[in-house]
C-alpha cells in the first residue's frame, strides 16, 4: 500500500509505535535464544547413547510427517531432525509431467516441534528468531486420476449408483401416483 508509519499515524507515533515494536522484538529474541540455550544444554546432558537414540527417532518421526505436510528442518538447539508446519498463501503452482500433476503451494511456517530435545516455538516471530522463519515450498503429487477425479471403468462397481438411481425412480412414481 505504500505506506509508512509515519505518514498513517504522523512523526510523533509513528516514533513511539517503531519504539513499542524493537522492544517486543528484542524480548521476542532474548527469550527465545534462552530457550533455545536451555533445550540445548538439557539435550548435551544426556548420555552420547541417549543423544543418538532422540536423534534416530526423530529422523524417522520427520520422515513420516513429511508426508503429512510437515515441512523437515534442522533444530537449532539440538541439530536432530525438526519440523514446522504453515499456512499456505499465494496460487498454487501446477504443473505435469511424466503423467502425473505437481501442485506447488508457497507456505508461510507458524509452528515448530522438535521431538528429540522438545523445543517448540509458535508464531512467525519465535521462528523467524530461530532463523527459521522463511517461507518454504509444499510439492504435492498427484496421478492425473486422483487430480482429475477420473474412474477407472476395470475398478468401477456401479452397482451403489445403480441402487440409489433406482430408489429415486420409485420414489418419484410414488410421488405421481397421488
Known amino acids: 500500500m505504500s505506506e509508512t ?9 509513528a516514533k513511539v509505535a517503531n519504539e513499542i515494536l524493537a522492544e517486543n522484538q528484542s524480548q521476542v529474541k532474548s527469550r527465545i535464544l534462552g530457550l533455545i540455550a536451555a533445550h540445548q ?4 546432558e544426556r548420555s552420547a547413547e541417549e543423544q543418538l537414540a532422540a536423534s534416530e527417532s526423530a529422523k524417522t518421526l520427520g520422515e513420516q510427517l513429511s508426508h503429512k505436510r ?3 528442518v534442522t533444530c537449532p538447539s539440538c541439530k536432530s531432525v525438526a519440523t514446522v508446519q504453515g499456512q499456505p498463501f499465494g496460487a498454487e503452482n501446477v504443473s505435469h509431467k511424466d ?11 507458524q509452528t ?3 521431538p ?3 523445543l517448540k516455538l509458535q508464531g512467525y516471530a519465535e521462528l523467524d528468531v530461530a532463523q ?3 517461507q518454504y515450498t509444499r510439492v504435492t503429487e498427484y496421478s492425473l486420476e486422483d487430480y482429475y477425479g477420473l474412474i477407472d471403468p476395470k475398478d468401477f462397481d456401479p452397482s451403489e449408483y445403480v441402487e440409489e438411481y433406482l ?5 418419484e412414481a410414488e410421488w405421481d401416483n397421488e
Open 132 to 134: 527459521l522463519g522463511g
Open 167 to 171: 430408489a429415486d425412480l420409485r420414489a
Open 99 to 109: 503423467g502425473n500433476i505437481f501442485v506447488r503451494q508457497a507456505v508461510s511456517p
Open 5 to 13: 508509519l509515519e505518514s498513517l499515524f504522523g512523526k510523533e507515533n
Open 70 to 72: 510437515h515441512h523437515r
Open 112 to 114: 515448530f516441534a522438535c
Open 116 to 118: 528429540a530435545c522438545g
Open 41 to 44: 544444554k538439557v539435550f548435551l
